[in-house]
């Protein structure tokens, strides 16, 4: 019998499933994610997480809580760099961690570090650390690496053309034939492709006939260009991905209003979207609204502001 890994539905997971699910595949293990973020999910999170967490980091304990009777191992790797000279957010290196105080009765977790800061090279000895947890044999781990990196590219692609994740991953799509207004959705994409914890956005403003554009569909290069515009080189991963996205968004004449994704206690955010806001108000003259995400689920006072954020939009249209 296979040995099953469990992967948290959380954080980065609709940035790398299909390359950790491909890699472990081949390396013989049964691979189970945890599903859709539910209400259950959440209240498990909150339970078990440290209150002053992020939301994205509560949602995460949930899904490890939620996974860990029902899997051999549980992988929670320690993300410290994913782009060379830049640092992510410290929570996703202190993950493990915090799981694994916080929740008793875990498997056996699998930590790896994932840290390119200084060069590319590093992901190499890391997968193979990783591999080494299945099988002793480097040639079946390199294999299974390079099959996993032509997966993600297939994935990546996918997403700059336009797919959703969830189409990719669970075959569910939210995105029709719409003839609206062009809407550039700003955020990371555990807010983003979290349709519970984003009170179903997407299919919203599907219902409206809304389109939207998403970060994961802008080229890696069109964001570094629009952060060029700071004396300093941004080192944040996730700031940088947030502020270049949202200047893009700006600057397009095509895109008609830009809506911001933040949740409550993230201190990135509370810096990025201030800059954004500031250089929004003083370039650009377009709809822009910044919607804070909790873990409140009644979503009267989301709604409402959204609408006024439609309205805003049919009445530029209109003027
Ligand atoms: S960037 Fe913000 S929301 Fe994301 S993990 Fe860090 S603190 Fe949480």
Known sequence: MSVRVGIPRGMYFYKFYPFAKRFLMELGAEVVPSPPTNKEILNLGSRFCIDDACL??????????????????????????????????????????????????????IDVEINMYKSRISLINSLYELGTVFTKNPYKIKKAADKAAREQIIYDNCLLKGELPCKYIDGTDVSKNNSGPLVGIATHPYLLYDSFINMNLLDKLSDRGIKFILPEMLEKKTIEEKCRIFEKRMFWSSSKDLIGSALYMFENNNIDGILMLTSFGCGIDSLSIELIQRLGRKKYNKPFMVMTLDEHTGDANFNTR??????????????
């Not at 929670?76 to 799981?99: A, D, N, Q």
């Open 306 to 319: 959204l609408e006024a954020f439609f309205d805003l939009i049919d009445r530029r249209q209109a003027n």
């Open 56 to 109: 994205p980091v509560k949602v995460y304990h949930g899904h490890a809580e939620y996974l860990k009777d029902k899997v051999d191992y549980m992988l929670i790797p320690r993300l410290t760099s994913i782009v060379p000279r830049e640092y992510i957010c410290p929570k996703f290196g202190g993950l493990p961690e915090m799981v694994k105080y916080s929740i008793n009765g875990l498997p056996k977790l």
